[in-house]
């Protein structure tokens, strides 16, 4: 079955140090996004890529950094310079003729 | 500016009880009109939707909304709530800015279903 996987589910990082969740999809959709969940925030975006090797800052950018460079793949990376990285991360794609969004399972980062 | 808000940030119900869980959005352009539910430590996952057609829209699990465009509302409704139905709700709203298209989020309605 097609679908979103996201690795690791449970990360720990120390602060100062930079970590790098990943995102994988095969379900062909151009475009994916990544999200920051917050209790009683809602879904806030950090980063979205409409094509290959093209990306576009969200909401809340500072302290993260992406790559796609392929079609099938967006890794997210939390940075030293990310102040309060602790939350839920969520990865979601989106084909061109669908307008919902296909969700990963999430990760969650908690800096020790 | 465009906005979701969803009214209620909880919901107790009942088992067996119907619910409403409220969303209006503020948009003066065409927009798709989402609902998700989360349970916990998992993602979003889809339980309808309104892209155009009939404002009655029926989803998965028995629940359905309305798109009401003179309200700028769609409410998601159940008439009988199982405890399996505890998690978050979100409703969302896509609209096109430009070359893009932009989904805008509320900020979810948790809905506790007690036995």
């Known amino acids: 079955d097609g679908g979103i996987t996201q690795s690791p589910k449970y990360l720990f990082r120390k602060e100062g140090q930079n970590v790098t969740l990943s995102c994988e999809q095969n379900?062909?959709?151009?475009?994916m996004y990544w999200y920051r969940q917050d209790p009683g925030q809602g879904l806030r975006l950090i980063y979205y890529s409409q094509i290959v090797n093209d990306f576009q800052k969200g909401d809340i950018a500072e302290g993260y950094s992406v790559s796609r460079e392929k079609k099938e793949s967006f890794p997210l990376t939390v940075t030293s310079a990310q102040k309060n990285p602790t939350a839920f991360y969520l990865c979601?794609?989106?084909?061109?003729?669908?307008?919902?969004?296909?969700f990963g399972s999430g990760t969650r980062l908690t800096v020790v | 500016a465009q906005s979701v808000t969803q009214l209620d940030s909880q919901v107790p119900v009942f088992e067996e009880a119907p619910v409403e869980l409220r969303c209006n959005y503020s948009s003066s352009v065409s927009v798709y009109l989402f609902w998700y539910v989360q349970y916990p430590n998992q993602g979003l996952q889809l339980l309808l939707k309104?892209?155009?057609?009939s404002t009655l829209v029926k989803g998965i699990n028995g629940f359905e909304a309305e798109f009401n465009k003179s309200q700028t509302s769609f409410h998601l409704r159940k008439p009988s709530v199982h405890i399996s139905d505890t998690a978050e709700y979100f409703c969302a709203v896509s609209l096109q800015t430009g070359n893009n298209r932009k989904l805008i989020w509320g900020l979810g309605t948790s809905l506790a279903v007690n036995p």
């Open positions: 379900l062909n959709h151009d475009a």
């Open positions: 979601a794609s989106r084909g061109s003729s669908n307008y919902g969004y296909t």
């Open positions: 309104y892209l155009s057609g």
